[in-house]
């Protein structure tokens, strides 16, 4: 079966810098969400850019579907926007507080030249927005009438109302209160186990979220790969040394 999404020896280093990611492969099967876990500066949200296309690796391959990927070409990019969205950490600063709600989600939609007509439009906007558990009302409003949460909402909304096959969440839930993050993570995994299954990529510092979410999971260290595997088996028994550091490093409260 071919791969949903596959990285071969990526490479990638910022100007004048040493490598910020060196060798890193792995392969994401449909339905199978990723972790990324990593120390800051581990090169977790390079990997993600790069992932994205926003960034172009120094060496190495991306393959979407099997096909290589290349972010130099502008239709293959614009495939490339179908094919994943992004969710990002912050739901301040992330939408613009200027536009409605349903413009916000619709971006995607017209910029992609996917829907353009009016009630089409609306009608996606208003299954996105139950889709992530907000009231059809929602639309005409702003995002600051939303509390974090919420906006967290609409910007995985804005993400999914594309239908993309990947969805890549950088620190999606580290700027929430612990109840709210809770309830964001369950619906990140119910997107991923719909009808038309969404595969997640997660990067968290947060080992509990991948936990969570994630069936697999990578563990990056100064832009390697130290250990990938399945997530119960990564966490139970650690085989890198940087990898039980970084499981005794998880607070817990005391028996
Ligand atoms: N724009 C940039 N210019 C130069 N160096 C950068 C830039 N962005 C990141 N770096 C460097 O690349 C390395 C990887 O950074 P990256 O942000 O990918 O790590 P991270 O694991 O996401 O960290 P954090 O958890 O703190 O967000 C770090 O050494 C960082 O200092």
């Known amino acids: 079966m071919t791969a949903l999404f596959e990285a071969r020896e990526l490479g990638f280093a910022y100007r004048g810098r040493p490598d910020a990611l060196a060798d890193v492969s792995f392969t994401l099967e449909t339905g199978e969400n990723l972790g990324i876990v990593g120390e800051s500066g581990a090169g977790k949200s390079t990997l ?37 969205q992004a969710v990002f950490q912050d739901p301040y600063s992330s939408l613009d507080p200027r536009q409605s709600v349903e413009r916000i989600i619709a971006e995607p939609l017209r910029s992609l030249g996917i829907e353009r007509a009016r009630a089409a439009v609306h009608q996606r906007v208003s299954a996105a927005l139950e889709s992530v558990g907000l009231p059809a009302d929602a639309a005409g409003r702003y995002p600051h009438e939303f509390s974090g949460g919420q906006r967290q909402r609409i910007a995985i909304a804005r993400a999914i109302v594309p239908n993309p096959r990947l969805l890549l969440a950088d620190e999606p839930v580290s700027a929430l209160d612990v109840s709210t993050r809770v309830r964001i993570i369950e619906l990140l ?45 990564v966490l139970s028994a650690p085989q890198h040394p940087y990898t039980r550091r970084l499981l005794a490093s998880v607070p817990r409260l005391p028996a």
């Open 48 to 84: 993600l850019r790069l992932m994205l296309g926003l960034t172009r690796p120094s060496s190495g391959t991306l393959l979407t579907d099997g096909s290589a990927f290349d972010s130099r070409s502008r239709s293959a990019l614009r495939a490339h926007r179908r094919f994943a």
């Open 189 to 233: 995994a119910e997107l991923g186990s719909g009808e038309s299954p969404l595969t997640v990529v997660v990067v968290s510092h947060d080992l509990g979220v991948v936990a969570a979410l994630c069936q697999r999971m990578l563990v990056l260290e100064n832009g390697r790969v130290v250990e990938q595997g399945r997530t119960d088996a």
